[in-house]
């Protein structure tokens, strides 16, 4: 059984910086893709960052370019989402998920492409 659990939202002033993590257990894959994804109130939840484990590639949205990183501990199974230079447009409930296939360009932030997902945490940045 595939489990996805988040951990690590909170609040933080403009500017500031949070890491999340992502345990993921009950994959026998040695490669497939975890995402993160992102949900505001009243919005669609929208693609945020990926990585294949099979290769280490890496997506991530024009939004949050240059300011998240997706570094993964591979002994822990766990992807973490480095999130610095934070806007108050980022806040969101936030949501980790794994999908057994691989990720690629075009697919890397479909919500469908994802079997599994998280119970999600909350990251507030306020001005």
């Known amino acids: 059984q595939v489990q996805v659990v988040e951990s690590g939202g909170g609040s933080v002033q403009a500017g500031g910086s949070l890491r999340l993590s992502c345990a993921v257990s009950?994959?026998?894959?040695?490669?497939?893709?975890m995402g993160w994804f992102r949900q505001a109130p009243g919005k669609e939840r929208e693609g945020v960052a990926a990585?294949?484990?099979?290769?280490?590639?890496?997506y991530y949205a024009d939004s949050v370019k240059g300011r998240f990183t997706i570094p993964r501990d591979n002994a822990k199974n766990t992807l973490y989402l480095q999130m610095n230079s934070l806007k108050p447009e980022d806040t969101a409930m936030y949501y980790c998920?794994?999908?057994?296939?691989?990720?690629?360009?075009?697919?890397?932030?479909?919500?469908?492409?994802?079997?599994?997902w998280g119970q999600g945490t909350q990251v507030t940045v306020s001005s």
């Open positions: 998920a794994a999908d057994l296939g691989p990720c690629t360009s075009w697919n890397w932030n479909l919500r469908s492409e994802y079997n599994y």
């Open positions: 990585i294949y484990t099979g290769g280490g590639s890496t």
């Open positions: 009950g994959v026998t894959y040695i490669g497939y893709c």
